[in-house]
């Protein structure tokens, strides 16, 4: 199940989830993937107030396979963007939280593991795309985290160099190079958004997603490659910073992610597309 996130109004207009859903169906298309998975567009606006919310397009289907009977490991729920439509499935159904695990690109950098990066001192995006239900997620709910905050996520450095060679690998490699070449010029036209500055490298954030729910070892399974920390989940501020939390429940925050396994594993999949008729 592949469930679209809206964007912050600056950055889409407010059909934005309903652009990612058709996103997401283009590249299976050109996976040749046609049907793989359930597409849902998720919530167009992220959640008004804590005490003012209401289920999303998504919520049931959440919940339901989170709750599946005869389910024995946790649902993983990978995020690479907001978390407006856990926060709602959680909302709408809190037993939810001890049959989840949430594997999160976002949030800011915790004190003592990163440095924020150059530029305005501002919330990290995907926290603000919807900084309530990230906080219900960190500070109401039960859900087992593993956080990949912006100092990890942006180690995952692939050059233009090396995105022009996948691009002959056929298809997939093309379509990649289109979206990210489109995206300067996009940003661009964002009012108040500084154009990006010339650079040989591309950030494949979202990338870790795969490394830590399919990348694992094939005994004891973990993504072994890849450091952490554990530590007391802590509280979430409406800014995007944290506070601490000594009794909050355990969740791994990554501090470095094996970008040469992920960028290896990627590359060797993009090529074997080809191969499929």
């Not at 956080?147 to 050059?159: M, S």
Request: aromatic share 6%; charged share 20%; no cysteine.
């Amino acid at each position: 199940m592949i469930i679209s996130s809206h964007l912050p109004p600056r950055f889409g207009g407010p059909a934005s989830a309903a652009e990612g859903m058709a996103k997401a169906k283009e590249l299976l298309a050109v996976m040749k993937a046609t049907g793989a998975a359930k597409l849902l567009a998720g919530s167009e606006s992220s959640i008004p107030s804590r005490r003012s919310w209401k289920p999303g397009p998504a919520t049931a289907a959440i919940v339901h396979e989170a709750m599946r009977a005869g389910r024995d490991d946790p649902l993983v729920y990978a995020a690479g963007a907001g978390l407006t439509e856990l926060a709602l499935a959680w909302l709408a159904e809190p037993r939810i939280g001890r049959r989840l695990k949430l594997v999160w690109i976002g949030g800011g950098e915790h004190a003592g593991t990163g440095y924020p990066p150059p530029g305005p001192d501002e919330a990290e995006f995907n926290v603000s795309i919807d900084p309530i239900a990230a906080q219900i997620i960190f500070n109401e709910s039960d859900i087992d985290i593993w956080q990949v905050p912006r100092d990890a996520y942006r180690q995952i450095l692939f050059t233009s160099a090396e995105m022009q060679d996948l691009a002959t690998s056929g298809p997939l490699g093309r379509f990649l190079q289109g979206q990210l070449d489109g995206m300067a010029s996009k940003l661009a036209k964002i009012p108040g958004f500084s154009a990006m500055p010339a650079t040989e490298v591309h950030i494949l954030g979202d990338s870790p997603l795969v490394t830590l729910t399919a990348l694992l070892t094939p005994v004891q399974p973990d993504p072994s490659s890849s450091r952490y920390i554990l530590k007391p989940t802590p509280h979430l501020l409406a800014d995007g910073r944290y506070r601490e939390n000594p009794n909050g429940r355990p969740m791994r925050v990554y501090t470095s992610i094996d970008a040469s396994l992920t960028i290896r594993d990627m590359v060797s999949k993009f090529r074997a597309r080809r191969k499929i008729p």
